[in-house]
């Protein structure tokens, strides 16, 4: 019974990160802003999805990173943090030296997220950014219940965090 409410509150705060609003704070450098249009997204059994050009961000993604956010520092900060979550569905859980790299390298993009998106200058909130990636990431049941186990394997450890220019 846990489990089940434990799932269905994870879900809803996922959800809930996909829904950016539609404030001016949402406008981008140049004038535009992100769509509110929800993506069509890759629905498949596979946790690592479809990755064509085998960049380690799923097509699906990849196309709504570059369609919704024309700053090429936006794109590289998001598509930073999209590999990584991807490498999060895929990791071995039961591999904690793996985890924890990681974790550490999933801090780093978020880092470089918030370094590169200034709300100062009508950029999207960064939170807002990578929780509408996170959220994308994990579009289904088995997508999900994988990044939740990534999570779990995490619990009882600790970060600190990033500084200066994480960005790759």
């Known amino acids: 019974m846990f489990k089940?409410?434990?799932?269905?509150?994870?879900?809803?705060?996922?959800?809930m990160g996909c829904n950016?609003?539609?404030s001016d704070s949402n406008t981008s450098?140049?004038?535009?802003?992100?769509?509110?249009?929800l993506p069509t997204l890759d629905r498949t059994d596979s946790l690592a999805g479809i990755d064509e050009n085998q960049n380690g961000i799923r097509d699906d993604i990849e196309k709504y990173i570059i369609e919704n956010y024309p700053d090429e520092?936006?794109?590289?900060?998001?598509?930073?943090?999209?590999k990584t979550m991807q490498e999060e569905l895929l990791v071995d859980?039961?591999?904690?030296?793996?985890?924890?790299?990681?974790?550490?390298?999933?801090?780093?993009?978020?880092?470089?997220i918030f370094l590169k998106f200034d709300v100062k200058k009508g950029d999207e909130n960064p939170s807002i950014a990578w929780?509408?990636?996170?959220?994308?990431?994990t579009n289904t049941k088995?997508?999900?219940?994988?990044y939740l186990k990534?999570?779990?394997a995490l619990d009882g450890t600790a970060l600190s965090l990033p500084r200066g220019d994480t960005c790759e």
């Open 93 to 112: 859980v039961s591999d904690m030296i793996a985890v924890k790299k990681l974790s550490i390298k999933s801090s780093r993009a978020m880092h470089c």
């Open 142 to 146: 088995v997508r999900l219940q994988t």
């Open 4 to 15: 089940k409410i434990f799932m269905l509150v994870a879900v809803i705060i996922l959800l």
């Open 131 to 137: 929780k509408k990636i996170r959220s994308m990431t």
């Open 150 to 152: 990534y999570n779990k």
């Open 73 to 82: 520092v936006h794109k590289k900060a998001l598509f930073q943090f999209a």
């Open 29 to 37: 450098q140049n004038g535009e802003k992100p769509s509110d249009e």
């Open 20 to 22: 950016s609003g539609s």
